[in-house]
C-alpha cells in the first residue's frame, strides 16, 4: 500500500492514508507497549473523525507499532486517585470510554491489526472494533482486576456476546493471557496470520470490503450494534433509515410542499406490500 503520511499534528500516534481507500491509526507509544495516555485518545479521535469525515476513506485500521503490542491499556504511570488518568494539567480522564463509542458508532468498518499483546483497555478496543486480524505472536487477555481496574461497559457485556458468559468471567476473573490460536477458538478474532503477513492480509481484507456497497455496510453495521446496544444501537439504526428516507422523492416531497408553501401530496407514492 502506497501510504501517505498524515500525522503532522499528532504526538502519540501516526496517521496513514492510503489513496485506495484505507486508513491507518497507529498508537506510537512501543516504549509502553503502546498504552495510551489521555493525548493518545484525544489524537486517535480526532484521527477517527478525520476518516469518517473524508469521503475518499472507506475502511480504517487501528493497530499498535511495532510487534510487541497493539495496546497494553491505559498508561498506569499516569493514572491518578481522582477518577481518571492524568494529562498535561492535572485534568482526569477515561476519555477511552468516548473513543469506544466512537468506534462502534463509525459507518467505516474499523478493522484492528493485532501484533503481539492487546491487554486491558487494549484487549477492550480490538474487541470494539469490527474485525481483527491477529498475528501469530498476539496475545490477548485482561488484567483489570489485577491493577485496579475493569470496565463493565462494553468490555464485560459485549465480551460476552462474543466468547460467552462462562467464558467471559474466565477472561475476567483469572485475568489470564490467552494466544492467538485460543482467541481464534473463541470467536475473539477472524483470522490468524504470518506476524510477517499481517498488513498485507488486513489490506486485503480491506480490499475486499471496499468493493462492496458503502450503505449496505453501514446500515449491517448499524444492524449489528442495534442487537446489543439498547435504545443507543436503536437509534443508530434509525438514523441511517432517515437518511436513506431523506433521499427518496417522498422523503423530498414533504419537505418540498413546506417550503413551497402548500399540502403535501403523497398520493403518487406506492404503498409497498
Ligand atoms: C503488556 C504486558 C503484558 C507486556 O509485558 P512485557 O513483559 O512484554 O513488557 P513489560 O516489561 O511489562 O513492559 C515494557 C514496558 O512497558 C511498560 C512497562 O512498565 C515497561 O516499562 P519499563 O520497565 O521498560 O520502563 N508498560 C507496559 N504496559 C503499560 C501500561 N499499561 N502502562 C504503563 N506502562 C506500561 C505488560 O506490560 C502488562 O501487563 N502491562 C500492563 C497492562 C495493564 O494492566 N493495563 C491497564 C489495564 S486497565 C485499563 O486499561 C483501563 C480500564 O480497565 C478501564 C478504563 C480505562 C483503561
Known amino acids: 500500500v502506497d501510504w501517505q503520511d498524515v500525522s503532522a499534528e499528532f504526538s502519540d500516534i501516526l496517521y496513514h492514508k492510503s489513496a485506495c481507500g484505507i486508513a491507518k491509526i497507529t498508537i506510537n507509544r512501543p516504549q509502553v507497549?503502546?498504552?495510551f495516555r489521555p493525548l493518545t485518545v484525544q489524537e486517535m479521535s480526532t484521527a477517527l473523525a478525520d476518516a469518517r469525515y473524508d469521503e475518499s476513506i472507506g475502511v480504517i485500521i487501528l493497530t499498535g507499532a511495532g510487534d510487541l503490542a497493539f495496546c497494553s491499556g491505559g498508561d498506569q504511570s499516569v493514572r491518578g486517585d481522582y477518577g481518571g488518568y492524568q494529562d498535561e494539567s492535572g485534568v482526569h480522564h477515561l476519555n477511552v470510554l468516548d473513543f469506544q463509542r466512537q468506534i462502534r458508532t463509525s459507518p467505516k468498518p474499523v478493522i484492528a491489526m493485532v501484533a503481539g499483546y492487546a491487554v486491558g483497555g487494549g484487549h477492550v478496543?480490538?474487541?470494539?472494533?469490527d474485525i481483527t486480524i491477529a498475528a501469530e505472536n498476539a496475545q490477548f487477555g485482561q488484567t483489570g482486576p489485577k491493577v485496579g481496574s475493569f470496565d463493565g461497559g462494553w468490555g464485560a457485556s459485549y465480551m460476552a456476546r462474543i466468547v460467552g458468559q462462562k467464558k467471559a468471567r474466565e477472561i475476567w476473573f483469572t485475568c489470564?493471557?490467552?494466544?492467538?490460536?485460543?482467541?481464534?477458538?473463541m470467536g475473539l478474532v477472524n483470522t490468524v496470520v504470518?506476524?510477517?503477513q499481517l498488513e498485507q492480509e488486513?489490506?486485503?481484507?480491506?480490499h475486499e470490503i471496499l468493493q462492496n456497497s458503502p450503505m449496505a455496510i453501514r446500515c449491517l453495521k448499524a444492524a449489528l450494534n442495534a442487537d446489543c446496544?439498547?435504545?443507543a444501537g436503536l437509534q443508530e439504526l434509525a438514523g441511517n433509515a432517515t437518511m436513506l428516507f431523506y433521499m427518496t422523492?417522498?422523503?423530498q416531497e414533504g419537505r418540498n410542499a413546506f417550503n413551497e408553501k402548500r399540502a403535501p401530496d403523497f398520493s403518487r407514492f406506492k404503498r409497498n406490500p
Open 176 to 185: 489470564r493471557m490467552y494466544d492467538a490460536k485460543q482467541a481464534l477458538d
Open 249 to 251: 422523492e417522498e422523503g
Open 194 to 196: 504470518a506476524l510477517d
Open 33 to 35: 507497549r503502546n498504552a
Open 125 to 129: 478496543l480490538h474487541m470494539l472494533c
Open 202 to 206: 488486513t489490506v486485503q481484507m480491506c
Open 229 to 231: 446496544d439498547g435504545q
